[in-house]
């Protein structure tokens, strides 16, 4: 039986290298730095969870897509936003708070989870 190595990579996706790497280039042109600290809801300012967020970026750029993969298209630059690697390492990690910051967005029809996070401060 003839054994074929399964590609790590498919040729779909291969295909739409050029057309991402555009992307890439037109958000950190239109963006030029992270956004991070510009998606902070204005009342989070006043309120204790501000002193949890990394406020420093790092010099790595990052074209994040907040709605997920599957539910966008990637590869246009409308649906991308430019963020430094330690940013994007915390909206991965912190998904409740980063859907307040609209750097989630959840499939359509989806039911978006409680925060846990949020109940951890008082925002009161
Ligand atoms: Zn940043």
């Known amino acids: 039986m003839r054994r074929t190595r399964i590609k790590p990579i498919s040729d779909k ?48 750029q990052e074209v994040h897509e907040p709605a997920r993969r599957a539910n966008c298209d990637y590869l246009d630059p409308s649906e991308c936003v430019l963020l430094c690697g330690r940013h994007h390492a915390w909206v991965g990690a912190n998904i409740d708070l980063a859907r307040e910051m609209g750097l989630y967005v959840d499939a359509v029809g989806r039911t978006p989870s409680k925060s846990r996070l949020l109940t951890d401060f008082d925002l009161s």
């Open 13 to 60: 996706k291969r295909a739409e290298f050029p057309a991402r790497a555009e992307c890439r280039r037109i958000v950190i042109e239109r963006d030029k730095v992270c956004q991070f600290l510009l998606h902070v809801p204005e009342e989070w300012w006043a309120r204790p969870i501000i002193s949890a967020l990394p406020v420093e970026c790092t010099a790595s």
